[in-house]
């Protein structure tokens, strides 16, 4: 068999300078991130609750005797002045009802005064006397009773408020308790909101439970009421339902721009003395709970974690779960894996937030 004795040769000088230069290895780059650290200081959130407003006297103006509207002397949503005349219910009957005890009161008096001048001769005795004192006495309560009775054809304001909507008109027929309207005193308003049990337990357990928490109002127009409220009182229990609780705050109404039956908004502030503050955008949330990347000391990334305060714009405030040296990942969660080693650039916290803010300003 015939050997092509030159290709030979060849291949094998090929394979020996092959031998002679290896293959040049490649190494991957380690990734690079930004982070940063958590960072404290004293900070506010801004709560809202929708509230119901109350005046704090709403009364039904009923009628207190029978008989005939004849005059009513205001109108729907006007200001009444404490004594200021409302109704008038026809008093015919309960003005013949008076002079009728007057004139036997009149009678009783002179008999009382005929047995007291034949006392005093000694004629009658003084229990008989004393029967026509108690006669004497009978008729004049009748007296009183009878205007007692027809002072309520007079139906007056109770104390100064506006009025409602009138029930009823010149000429019905009114029986005792039927509603004419209703009386509202808005000089001052109770407002009404309900609060969760987690913030009931944040007011009631600090400054031995006295609450004076100072709220703003925001109006069905998104305005904000120009008069600022205090918190007086919790009220009553918590609702089953909802697991809240209702607080009632006091405002002022001098311009009587407010009125019973609106709605809105309490704002209230609270304080996060020295809170620890990070980056919303370095967190993920998993089954509704809260996590972030923390790089360790050997530079490898370490799922956390943290539980959330409060929320403020495009910040977190944590209540636990980190330390404040903690080096936590601002970029590529979707990118690594816990145990992996990255690189980072570690950012000031204050600069990270002062971008933050920034963007949420624009």
Known sequence: MVTNLPVVLGLIATLVLDGCHPKAETHEEMPRYEATTPFREDTSILEAYVCQIRAIRHIEVRSLEKGYLTHFFVDEGQWVKKGQPMFKIMPNVYQAELLRAQAEAQNVDIEYRNTQALADKNIVSANELALARARLDKANAEVELAKTHLGFTDIRAPFDGITDHLAVRVGSLL???????????????????????????????RENGKINETVQLRMANGEIYNHTGVVETIVGDFFNTSGN?????????????????????????????????????????????????????????EQRLVHIEAELPHMFIVKAGLNDGDRILLEGMRKVSPGEKVMIDLRPPQEVRSELMKLYTE
């Not at 969760?196 to 944040?202: F, G, K």
């Open 245 to 301: 609780v209702q607080f009632r705050a006091l405002f002022a109404n001098p311009d009587r721009i407010l009125r019973h039956g609106q709605t809105g908004t309490i704002l209230m502030t609270i304080p996060y003395p020295n809170a620890m503050l990070i980056p919303q955008k370095a967190t993920f949330e998993i089954m509704d709970k809260i996590y972030l990347y923390v790089i360790d000391k050997e530079e490898k990334v």
């Open 175 to 205: 029986d005792e308790g039927d509603l004419l309207t209703e009386l509202s005193d808005i000089s001052q308003l109770w407002v009404y909101f309900n609060v969760p049990e987690a913030r009931y337990l944040y007011f009631i357990t």
